[in-house]
């Protein structure tokens, strides 16, 4: 059984930052992919970026250049790096994975997720 466990999450300004963290124990496959997810109120969930168990990244056009990537396998973590935040990034932020290797061109497709965390608000005020 998967396990998700996100933290980082806050209330912040326009141009500031936050690390999100998501706990999980995604290492039990040999290959898998690591994605987050955002929802604001009244939206649909869309992707936000991907990591594969091999660091290969992939990022939403909006979170290019402002958001990054990275995991740390021997600490059980995936991080969501969040920087130069704006309002429009306000939302629940979600972890998930995805058993298996993806391919770029679906790496964010979240019909491959099949485990999901819980989530937490992201909050930027202009």
């Known amino acids: 059984q998967v396990q998700l466990l996100e933290s980082g999450g806050g209330s912040l300004q326009s141009g500031g930052s936050l690390r999100l963290s998501c706990k999980t124990n995604?290492?039990?496959?040999?290959?898998?992919?690591m994605g987050w997810y955002r929802q604001a109120p009244v939206k649909d969930r869309e992707a936000v970026a991907a990591?594969?168990?091999?660091?290969?990244?992939a990022y939403a056009d909006f979170a290019k250049g402002r958001f990054t990537n990275s995991q740390d396998k021997g600490r059980n973590r995936l991080f969501l790096q969040l920087d130069r935040l704006q309002p429009e990034d306000t939302a629940m932020y979600v972890c998930?994975?995805?058993?298996?290797?993806?391919?770029?061109?679906?790496?964010?497709?979240?019909?491959?997720?099949?485990?999901w965390g819980q989530g937490m608000p992201v909050t930027v005020s202009s």
């Open positions: 998930a994975v995805a058993p298996g290797w993806l391919s770029p061109a679906t790496r964010l497709h979240e019909r491959h997720y099949h485990s």
């Open positions: 995604a290492w039990i496959y040999s290959s898998y992919c």
């Open positions: 990591i594969e168990s091999d660091n290969t990244s």
